[in-house]
């Protein structure tokens, strides 16, 4: 389960609502071993594609080395698609390296008549996608 506060939910949807049509794409850290997500870092798609996200190397080198000095690590890593449902696609599923963390999608397509956007958490582990809950608090 992911357990997420309603302020980065927040921040995750605008960044995929202002990258569209593109794909926006981006990293949420947690202090090292609490799972807690907490730091918001919005990145770019180096792709600039409306069906592919992929994260520019040097930034994400830049990243990892900020993380690693705040003693943090990934626990959301997170992308949008813009015309599909928030599901993970192939592609995305081939890209999935980080065993720990919680893939987040967002769906800026209305493929459900749910509403505006889905936002949907998956672990991928080993290529095997399994879906989770999401509980969005006010705070921790």
Request: charged share 25%; net charge negative; with cysteine.
């Amino acid at each position: 389960m992911l357990t997420i506060t309603q302020a980065l939910v927040d921040q995750i949807v605008a960044h995929a609502r202002k990258d569209h049509p593109d794909e926006a794409c981006g990293v949420v850290a947690s202090p090292v071993g609490s799972g807690r997500p907490e730091r918001f870092i919005p990145m770019l798609n180096a792709a600039r594609s409306p069906t592919f996200y992929e994260f520019d190397s040097g930034d994400l080198l830049k990243l990892y080395r900020d993380m690693d000095d705040r003693d943090e690590e990934p626990v959301v890593i997170y992308h949008s698609h813009t015309a599909t449902e928030a599901y993970p696609s192939r592609t995305d599923i081939s890209y999935a390296n980080e065993p720990g963390a919680h893939y987040v999608l967002v769906s800026t397509a209305d493929t459900d008549d749910a509403g505006p956007f889905q936002f949907r958490s998956f672990r991928i582990l080993e290529g095997e996608v399994t879906e989770e809950e999401v509980t969005v608090v006010e705070h921790y």
